[in-house]
């Protein structure tokens, strides 16, 4: 199997692309950076690298990239900084996700590949209609007219949701969200649901990026999870924090 992880110097891109190699996963990551690469990542010997800023590539590039993967996975994300939070690019994960897509079409796969994009709860399912209560909903309505990032990940999970679809022949995907991430070193027990089961806002609860990896690299090595969610949008909390207070 291959797959293709984008935002894979992040700290939840960093445990996916390890999940995935002790799974004897081939990986192939554009970074724009390598050194920002744990070693242990750099050196594996299932580990292709490409140094460059994934919107700075070339269509030839990014069609060379998908060639013959199974899974392309998204840890994209911005840097929460003022220069990440309104900097260019605005956009940074629907368009990449748009130019991912539009590659792995053109090079026509005889079987659908898994697309997997880390999201967040902050980003409402549509086909599920996920009711907010109005305060949530006036919240969500400034963070998405004033902070970019938020906007960036409704459009790319509506992208995939609604331009891509659940028929598309050439392309599966799955949308995961997690509640606030935190960092843990171990994988623990975590709950997986079809929509949130707490307000991302008023009563938020936790998952670690490391449980998010391994999340992610079920659905793209595990067919029987997959199956159950593909064309979804599940939201993943560690045990803990999977009931609401």
């Given amino acids: 199997m291959r797959a293709v992880v984008v935002g894979a110097s992040g700290a939840t891109g960093q445990q996916l692309v390890r999940e995935l190699l002790n799974r004897n996963v081939a990986v192939n990551i554009i970074v724009r950076e390598k050194d920002k690469l744990p070693n242990d990542i750099q050196t594996h010997r299932h580990l292709t690298i490409k140094e460059a800023s994934i919107l700075q590539l070339s269509d030839s590039e990014m069609l060379d990239i998908v060639k013959d993967c199974d899974a392309v996975a998204s840890c994209l994300g911005h840097n929460i900084t003022i220069k990440g939070i309104f900097g260019k690019p605005k956009m940074l994960v629907t368009d990449s996700v748009q130019r991912l897509c539009q590659a792995i079409q053109k090079n026509n796969p005889a079987k659908p590949v898994k697309f997997v994009l880390m999201n967040t709860t902050a980003n409402t399912n549509k086909d599920l209609n ?116």
Avoid at 156 to 164: F, G, H, K, S
């Fill in 130 to 245: 996920e009711q907010l209560a109005l305060k949530e909903k006036f919240v969500f309505s400034v963070l998405r007219n004033f902070l970019p990032p938020q906007l960036d990940n409704e459009r790319a999970a509506d992208y995939l949701r609604t331009e891509i679809g659940k028929s598309n022949n050439k392309i599966e995907w799955s949308i995961v969200r997690p509640d606030t991430l935190i960092d843990e070193n171990t994988v623990t027990e975590y709950r997986v649901f079809p929509s949130p089961v707490r307000s991302p806002i008023f009563d938020a609860g936790k998952t670690s990026r490391i449980n998010v990896a391994h999340f992610m690299s079920e659905l793209i090595t595990n067919e029987t999870v997959w199956e159950q969610w593909k064309s979804k949008m599940p939201v993943i909390y560690n045990e803990a924090y999977s009931l609401s207070k």
